[in-house]
């Protein structure tokens, strides 16, 4: 199994601002996702985290909001950026384990939007 | 839009009784997982069966998969205070890409 480090594990930001949320593995992984959860609902894929190239975005994100980074083989970033109210919610990231079909998740990032 | 539906959205039992949740999906699968998420926090996976499976167990958990219905259930059995979460199923997309369902809020009353 992965243990995968993500922090801060909970921000309030001002609307307009960014946050820059990071995600440390345990080992190197070569899948790793980035998911937001809006309040009381369920798990939405943002992105997925390529090493060494730009991530691949699914339907109604953008890199210009989401941009994202993966240095490594371990270590990825996501960015909320120009925050508002509506982008309130849990960023979790994941990282594919052995087999390689079920998911490890980091303990997620709690963001509230002022 | 969602793969994965979920039913009951939110259940309450005693402890020492069975939960059942069940999920619906709309598009052929490889495969359907289950996940337990406490507090708005991270996920945890449970378990995962294959397409040409149709049940599989781990300890008091038990899954069922119809696929000619394109539908699953997650039984836990004997629940516990400690059961209480939500719980997820997960259908793969492509290339790891999960889709998660709405999810069923289990409330286990001691």
């Known amino acids: 199994s992965a243990v995968i480090s993500q922090k801060p594990s909970r921000d309030i930001c001002q609307r307009g601002t960014s946050l820059t949320i990071q995600c440390q593995v345990d080992s190197q992984v070569t899948m790793m996702f980035w998911y937001r959860q809006q309040p009381g609902q369920s798990l939405t894929l943002i992105a997925t985290a390529n090493q060494g190239s730009e991530a691949t975005y699914e339907s109604g994100f953008v890199i210009d909001k989401f941009p994202i980074s993966r240095p490594n083989l371990t270590f990825s970033t996501l960015t909320v950026s120009n925050m508002s109210p509506e982008d309130s919610s849990i960023y979790l990231c994941?990282?594919?384990?052995?087999?390689?079909?079920?998911?490890?998740f980091g303990s997620g990032t709690q963001l509230s939007v002022l | 839009s969602q793969q994965g539906e979920e039913d009951p959205q939110a259940l309450s039992i005693q402890e020492g009784e069975n939960a059942t949740m069940n999920c619906s999906y709309k598009?052929?699968?490889?495969?359907l997982q289950w996940y337990r998420q406490n507090s708005g926090r991270g996920l945890v996976h449970l378990i995962l069966i294959r397409s040409n499976e149709r049940e599989k167990h781990s300890g008091r958990l038990r899954v069922t998969l119809d696929t000619s219905k394109k539908s699953s259930s997650l039984l836990i059995t004997a629940s516990r205070a400690a059961d209480t979460a939500s719980y997820f199923c997960a259908t793969d997309k492509s290339g790891n890409k999960l889709v998660f369902g709405a999810g069923t809020i289990l409330r286990v009353k001691s």
């Open positions: 994941s990282v594919a384990g052995q087999g390689p079909e079920k998911l490890f």
């Open positions: 598009t052929s699968i490889n495969n």
